[in-house]
Structures are given as structure tokens and as C-alpha cells.
T-cell receptor, first 112, second 115 residues
Framework: RKEVEQDPGPFNVPEGATVAFNCTYS??????FFWYRQDCRKEPKLLMS???SGNEDGRFTAQLNRASQYISLLIRDSKLSDSATYLC?????????????FGSGTRLLVRP | NAGVTQTPKFQVLKTGQSMTLQCAQD?????MYWYRQDPGMGLRLIYY???????DKGEVPNGYNVSRLNKREFSLRLESAAPSQTSVYFC??????????????FGPGTRLLVL
């Protein structure tokens, strides 16, 4: 079983739609959670951290459910520029330090 | 501020050839990382350097070596390239390893094809 699992998609949605991605993680001791965005043939960049109480950044809302070990990302009013792959990232304590474990990503296509 | 830079951007090697991927950061970060990214898989950690003078294996270290030349630079070496090492390689840096809620900053990547 992968440590971080995501639906690969693609999610194909019209501009203005609301879309949600889920991600599950296997390490119950993980303490930090993130969503990174990766554009085609580019490097990953931090989109937002995910806090226990849930957090919002403009059109983006992240939620964490520790009991079920899943993280979600909601994008409201989708823009063409939101088209990208969204990586779910979880930290894990390994070999005396925290390491980031990356999901394989969910691809989003926003169409006009 | 260039952030994290990597060279080369693209490389084609024949099986058995060697090469070194270069990475540098100008953010005065203590920790640096090398990842590979393959289709359908998440980024996988190859090696990391928590601080200048230290290096440690990650999830997939076999076939690679690293050097933390100084605080800015962290290189990845393939001694004898194999087709299984065809991948996109990303270098990253962060202020410190082991920090909760710590952001990693990535370089633009090196696309490597081993024939």
C-alpha cells in the first residue's frame, strides 16, 4: 500500500466549477500536511499547508481528518490557470528526522 | 534571488556512462534534497543533506552518490547509468530538515534519459 494515495484523475471541469480532491495517508504519526501544485514539466511549489482546524486561502480550502487519515482540497470558482497536478504531501518521522512523502498527484483540467 | 538552480536541464546518457547533476541554492538553507519523479509515482527521496558536511540515504539511494560541497551546493552523481535511472530529478532545499510545517523549495528539474 502506498503511504500517500491520491486519485490520479484527470478531473475535467468547466471554468467556475467547484472541485474537490481527497488524499489518504497511512502513517498515523504524521503531523504535517501540505498541498503542492505542479504545472506541466515544472517543479512542485507549495500551495498551502493543512492545519487541524482546516484552513482557507482565497478560493482554496484544505481540510484534515486525522481519525480517518485523509486530507482534502476544495477549489471554488475554478480558473483556467488552476489546471495543474496537485500533490498531497505528508511528513513522516524516519531515520531521526522528518521526511516528506509525496502522493503521485491528481491532475486537474479546467476547460473554458 | 534565483532560489534553487539545477544543471543541466536535459541529458542523454548511454548505459554505463557517468554524470553529475549540479544543484545550488541562494536562500542560505541548511538542508538540501535530491528526488526523482517517475510517471504515476510520487517524488521519491534519493539522498538528503540535513546540514553542511552531512549526507544520508533516502528511499531510493542505490546507484547514486552525493556530495554536499558547501552550504550552497549539493551534487548527485550517477557512476554507471542504467535505463532504470531514466527520470526527472529535482533538487530541493529547506531552512532545516526535521521542521514541522517546513516548506521545501524545488529547482526546475533535470530530465535524464539513459539509453
Amino acid at each position: 500500500r502506498k503511504e500517500v494515495e491520491q486519485d490520479p484523475g484527470p478531473f475535467n471541469v468547466p471554468e467556475g466549477a467547484t472541485v474537490a480532491f481527497n488524499c489518504t495517508y497511512s502513517n498515523s504519526a504524521s503531523q504535517s500536511f501540505f498541498w503542492y501544485r505542479q504545472d506541466c514539466r515544472k517543479e512542485p511549489k507549495l500551495l498551502m499547508s493543512v492545519y487541524s482546524s482546516g484552513n482557507e486561502d482565497g478560493r482554496f480550502t484544505a481540510q484534515l481528518n486525522r481519525a480517518s487519515q485523509y486530507i482534502s482540497l476544495l477549489i471554488r470558482d475554478s480558473k483556467l490557470s488552476d489546471s495543474a497536478t496537485y500533490l498531497c504531501v505528508v511528513n513522516a518521522w524516519m531515520d531521526s528526522s522528518y521526511k516528506l512523502i509525496f502522493g503521485s498527484g491528481t491532475r486537474l483540467l479546467v476547460r473554458p | 534571488n534565483a532560489g534553487v538552480t539545477q544543471t543541466p536541464k536535459f541529458q542523454v546518457l548511454k548505459t554505463g556512462q557517468s554524470m553529475t547533476l549540479q544543484c545550488a541554492q541562494d536562500m542560505n538553507h541548511n538542508s538540501m534534497y535530491w528526488y526523482r519523479q517517475d510517471p504515476g509515482m510520487g517524488l521519491r527521496l534519493i539522498y538528503y543533506s540535513a546540514s553542511e558536511g552531512t549526507t544520508d540515504k533516502g528511499e531510493v539511494p542505490n546507484g547514486y552518490n552525493v556530495s554536499r560541497l558547501n552550504k550552497r551546493e549539493f551534487s548527485l552523481r550517477l557512476e554507471s547509468a542504467a535505463p532504470s535511472q531514466t527520470s526527472v530529478y529535482f533538487c530541493a532545499s529547506s531552512e532545516n530538515s526535521g521542521g514541522l510545517q517546513e516548506t521545501q523549495y524545488f529547482g526546475p528539474g533535470t530530465r535524464l534519459l539513459v539509453l
